[in-house]
């Protein structure tokens, strides 16, 4: 059972910075991916970043410019930096962490999902 755990949102006011850390229970760098997802009320769950086994990373359009997301293997975390965040930004963020297997010709994805901290941009 792999434990995801937020931590550091909050409220802030337009343009302004926060960033998110993300403590995993076991090597960071044993997941295929992680990455940070964000939901608002009545939508689906949407990625925003994600970091691969190999550091190459992908941005939602939205984030592109403002977000980035690093994993720190040493102390088993992976964090969004967001900076001039907007009113839009708002919303619970979720990290995740996808362990991959695969058995014979079938790929298996095993999700994993942090329990969300809500981040509140507004003035």
């Known amino acids: 059972q792999v434990q995801l755990v937020e931590s550091g949102g909050g409220l802030v006011q337009p343009g302004g910075s926060l960033k998110l850390s993300c403590s995993a229970s076991?090597?960071?760098?044993?997941?295929?991916?992680m990455g940070w997802y964000r939901q608002t009320p009545g939508n689906q769950r949407e990625l925003i970043a994600e970091?691969?086994?190999?550091?190459?990373?992908n941005f939602a359009g939205a984030v592109r410019d403002r977000f980035t997301i690093a994993r720190d293997d040493a102390e088993n975390t992976v964090s969004l930096q967001m900076n001039s965040l907007k009113p839009e930004d708002t919303a619970v963020y979720y990290c995740?962490?996808?362990?991959?297997?695969?058995?014979?010709?079938?790929?298996?994805?095993?999700?994993?999902w942090g329990q969300g901290t809500q981040v509140t941009v507004s003035s």
């Open positions: 076991r090597s960071v760098g044993s997941f295929n991916s």
């Open positions: 995740h962490a996808l362990i991959v297997t695969n058995k014979g010709w079938t790929r298996y994805n095993n999700d994993n």
């Open positions: 970091i691969k086994r190999d550091r190459t990373t």
